[in-house]
């Protein structure tokens, strides 16, 4: 058992753990998605939980490829 987390294998955030493996880069800030981490497939990119946390409710529909369209009335000719 390691002396400094008192867990077997090392809590992540322990001095002695592991280097994480990187599985995959975000797309969106290049940032490594760590073994264990959560993120997202989009298309074939792969984005990471922090920049989901920071996108609005808009730029998230359209990373997912949803145009956000405004409601207009028509007036006809
Ligand atoms: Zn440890
Ligand atoms: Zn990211």
Do not use: F
């Amino acid at each position: 058992m390691c002396s400094v987390c008192l867990q077997m294998p090392c809590h992540p955030r322990c001095p002695n753990a592991p280097e994480p493996v990187e599985v995959y880069n975000c797309s969106n800030c290049g940032e490594g998605i760590l073994d264990g981490d959560e993120y997202v497939e989009i298309d074939g990119k792969y984005i990471c939980m922090d920049c989901l946390d920071n996108m609005t409710t808009k730029e998230l529909l359209e990373t997912c490829g949803y145009e956000v369209e405004t409601a207009e009335v028509d007036c006809g000719w």
